[in-house]
């Protein structure tokens, strides 16, 4: 009887943590965003991610080391190919489309048709998305049009960076996808590791190109202010928040998970009024609650 008390004692917060990581993944998630208005003054787009995926590996990699964790071995090659998506294709098109003068509203709304292209593409991976899940993730689309409607501006609007959003549109949904269905199983220190690497890679020739970066680091303003939003992106976004990611594709459908997504721009809103005095308006409040009856939709059993 002591053994059974103690077992359910036990899984009480281990079941608490489970039905909370959606909701702590969705908060992490949203500061994307607000980082990107801090950072993105001090250094350019991709100048800015590859640090970030340096001080993933710097971090990551002693711990691993230590900890002895098992390398994924024949999956190595997935994995680094959904990281390359994921990470490289999704956030350096969203960070170089806003930078080139993409508005912030209209790109959250381009990227936010990602849980509705999941949905079509996912009977590619075996599964099957119900009526009722349509149904939320049209909700969903709805109610993140209605958040960021007040903040849409065709101003700075150019082809290149509508095509850096489709661009990170279609990695962020491709590399779910092929996560999901190719390598859906791995040590999460040990696969973070070799999704960060492979950025790199794809990252840094890039950065030398475009945006002339050198050893020197000369294109960077090293203010506090983008030392706090450096640290964070590693810390909370690139661990944190991918941690989560993949925990949550790892259980659950692609489908449900990427309709959590619906969720970030309305909290994102939420974030910028609260610290940068932004306007969030009564439609964007009703947006809010539509976008979160859509989920539910989704995810609901």
Known sequence: MTTSTGSSALTRPRGAWIAAMPIVFVLIWSTGFVVAKFGLPYAPPLTFLLLRFIGVLLILLPLVLLMRAPWPGAKSGHIAIAGILLQ?????????????GMPAGLSALIVGMQPILTAFAAPLIGERVRPKQWIGLA?????????????????GLSWQSIALCLLALISITVGTLYQKHYCP??????????????????????????????ITLDTVQWTPRFL?????????????????????????????????LYLTPPTTALMAWAMFGEQFSLVGVAGMLLAIIGVCFVVKK
């Not at 909700?139 to 007040?150: D, P, T, Y």
């Not at 199983?185 to 050198?214: C, M, N």
């Not at 690139?238 to 990611?245: K, T």
């Open 88 to 100: 490289g294709g999704y956030l350096g098109g969203v960070w170089c489309a806003i930078k080139i």
């Open 139 to 155: 909700f969903g689309i709805c109610g993140v049009g209605l958040v960021v409607a007040n903040k849409i501006s065709l101003n």
């Open 185 to 214: 199983q791995f040590d999460l220190r040990t696969g973070t590791i070799i999704q960060f690497a492979a950025s790199i890679v794809v990252v840094l020739p890039l950065a030398i190109a475009y945006e002339h970066l050198d």
């Open 228 to 260: 706090a939003a450096l640290s964070w992106s590693v810390l909370a976004l690139s661990i944190g928040a991918i941690f989560l990611l993949f925990a949550l594709i790892r259980k659950s459908a692609a489908t449900s998970v990427t309709s959590l």
